[in-house]
């Protein structure tokens, strides 16, 4: 017979072992973003209804790309991770592997063609 105390049962950090460690990093990620979130709204808004010499020339300077990428990076990296555990209490068998491979795809396309993007507008910008 084992004797099991409440305590001892809730130091495994739940089923997986790391739910713990999820929902700090769903926290201070979800922290990040929204201190990222205004920055990012400024530096688009900034760019809004400039030529394209001008936007090129703006997400050139270090701080706006920076920024858009920072919040596109943990955006999409905080989507996966919440959009997992929506796929696991959904979704099952062939159904949650499609679900889990497709939003792995799609955020790290995202993040992929957001610094693609922001490299060639960083190499395309003039040296001053």
Do not use: C
């Amino acid at each position: 017979m084992r004797f099991i105390t409440p305590r001892k049962a809730a130091q495994g950090l739940g089923a997986s072992g790391t739910g713990t460690e999820h929902h700090w990093f769903m926290t201070v990620s979800a922290v990040g973003l929204a201190i990222l979130t205004p920055a990012f709204l400024l530096v688009v808004g900034s760019a809004i209804g400039l030529p394209r010499e001008g936007v090129l020339a703006y997400f050139g300077r270090p701080y706006p790309a920076v920024v858009t990428g920072l919040f596109l990076i943990v955006g999409m990296v905080h989507f996966m991770r919440g959009t997992r555990i929506m796929i696991d209490d959904y979704l099952h068998g062939t159904a949650r592997k499609a679900g889990l491979i497709a939003a792995s795809v799609f955020g790290w396309a995202v993040v992929a063609f957001a610094v693609y993007a922001l490299a060639r507008m960083a190499l395309a910008a003039p040296l001053n």
